[in-house]
């Protein structure tokens, strides 16, 4: 099994404790060419009845990998929950200041 694979595992299985769920998360925000990653990754900042500090982490993750692809504009930010929309905001917000 690949690092990536373990770690989409990891985060999709809800009885790993969520320090390894958001740990996963947060390992795989450099995988945003593979679409199993940002799948896995996107059902986790979508789902409200996840954990806020996973939603968080997801979706930093998510602007990052998207931020360093120069695809910011496709993220799909409407299917975002409230948590995992301002996660990703504040993320490219800093992102922005330190590239200033």
């Known amino acids: 099994m690949l690092a990536w694979e373990s770690a989409v595992t990891t985060l999709l299985d809800p009885n790993r404790p969520l ?3 958001e740990f996963a998360a947060v390992s795989l925000g450099g995988e945003v060419s593979n679409p199993t990653v940002v799948d ?5 900042a979508c789902d409200k009845d996840s954990p806020e500090r996973l ?3 997801t ?3 998510l602007a990052k990998a998207f931020l360093r692809a ?8 409407e299917e975002f929950t ?5 996660a990703f905001d504040q ?6 200041r330190k590239g200033s």
């Open 19 to 21: 320090p390894e769920r």
């Open 70 to 77: 120069g695809r910011l504009l496709d993220a799909p930010l």
């Open 82 to 86: 409230g948590i995992a929309f301002d």
């Open 40 to 44: 896995a990754l996107l059902k986790i």
């Open 55 to 57: 939603q968080s982490a």
């Open 91 to 96: 993320e490219v917000t800093e992102s922005q």
């Open 59 to 61: 979706a930093r993750s």
